[in-house]
């Protein structure tokens, strides 16, 4: 069944161009990756520091690997540079599931 993975961070001040060049990179691996679908970058209206990526996975299978591959871990440790704390990750099953 098909995810969605929402990653929402807090940037520091001054960094949210930085942030989305590097989350635009992040986005070009991923790509690549099997069983990824979609993804987007959305910015807060009133507040750029706060910034939501939403992607779309085959299964959660797919992400899990994305999540813990190292390609991603080398960004992911420079996107943590520029975030005030820790990124929040929800994930979402995409209509019902079976058996929940």
Request: charged share 30%; proline share 3%; hydrophobic share 35%.
């Amino acid at each position: 069944m098909a995810v969605k993975v929402f990653i929402k961070r807090y940037v520091k001040k001054g960094k949210t161009k930085e942030a989305v060049e590097l989350l635009k990179d992040v986005r070009s691996h991923a790509l690549k990756q099997p069983g990824y679908i979609s993804g987007e970058t959305l910015i807060n209206h009133y507040d750029p520091c706060n910034i939501t990526v939403v992607s779309t996975w085959q299964t959660i299978g797919d992400w899990i690997r994305w999540q813990e591959s190292d390609e991603r871990s080398a960004k992911k440790d420079q996107l943590e540079g520029l975030q005030e704390g820790p990124a929040n990750f929800e994930i979402y099953d995409l209509g019902l599931a079976s058996g929940k």
